[in-house]
């Protein structure tokens, strides 16, 4: 069965920092990988997708792609109040098309 | 902007009924996806859509049966409602495509309990 293993957290990091969430993988064939905020009670909103090596930018999120490692991390900079949610990895297997999903990191933010 | 919708937010059901659940997405999509959502878990996918009147079983299907008749609606049924089934549900949707498939868009999720 393949995985996504994400540490369940909470994460507490000050407002204005930098947060780091971490996810590895198990399947060797992924290609894209995904990142997705949930707030308490709503639903996951993508955030980030990334599908090559390196980093990808988007605002003051950027997701880093290490196949040989496995691991994909999402950094989010100046980190505000409003970022404090469960941010969700999740890789597509290759062999039926569906994506794998982590438990999800809670990330807190304190003022 | 995608708007995916679902028919309700909040669902109380005894067991043994049998529940429907509605989706509707409004950007033209081509697959949709019904997941359950349980603490500690993460998203399991029961059903997914990507064709009318095509459907794909997920990795957990079992008790569930879906219908798709119209490109943007996609039900999910319950056949015989259990207390096992208490659970946030999920409906989303994405485009054909690969990686596009699976940037997938949610509704708001409807959290069924049953008794």
């Known amino acids: 069965q393949k995985e996504v293993e994400q540490n369940s957290g909470p994460l507490s990091v000050p407002e204005g920092a930098i947060a780091s969430l971490n996810c590895t993988y198990s399947?060797?064939?992924?290609?894209?990988f995904f990142w997705y905020r949930q707030y308490s009670g709503k639903s996951p909103e993508l955030i980030m997708s990334?599908?090559s090596n390196g980093d990808k930018e988007d605002g003051r999120f950027t997701a880093q792609l290490n196949k040989a490692s496995q691991y994909v991390s999402l950094l989010i900079r100046d980190s505000q109040p409003s970022d404090s949610a469960t941010y969700l990895c999740?890789?597509?297997?290759?062999?039926?098309?569906?994506?794998?999903w982590g438990a999800g990191t809670k990330l807190i933010i304190k003022p | 902007d995608v708007k995916v919708t679902q028919s309700s937010r909040y669902l109380v059901k005894r067991t043994g009924e049998k529940v429907f659940l509605e989706c509707v997405q409004d950007?033209?999509?081509?697959?949709m996806f019904w997941y359950r959502q349980d603490p500690g878990l993460g998203l399991r996918l029961i059903y997914f859509?990507?064709?009318?009147?095509?459907?794909e079983k997920g990795d957990i299907p079992e008790g569930y049966s879906v219908s798709r008749e119209k490109k943007e609606r996609f039900s999910l049924i319950l056949e015989s409602a259990s207390t096992n089934q208490t659970s946030m549900y999920l409906c989303?949707?994405?485009?054909?495509?690969?990686?596009?498939?699976?940037?997938?868009?949610f509704g708001p999720g409807t959290r069924l309990t049953v008794t």
């Open positions: 989303a949707s994405s485009r054909t495509g690969t990686p596009i498939f699976y940037e997938q868009y």
């Open positions: 950007m033209d999509h081509e697959n």
């Open positions: 859509s990507y064709d009318v009147k095509m459907k």
């Open positions: 399947d060797r064939g992924s290609q894209s």
């Open positions: 990334i599908y």
């Open positions: 999740a890789v597509n297997q290759q062999s039926n098309y569906q994506l794998i």
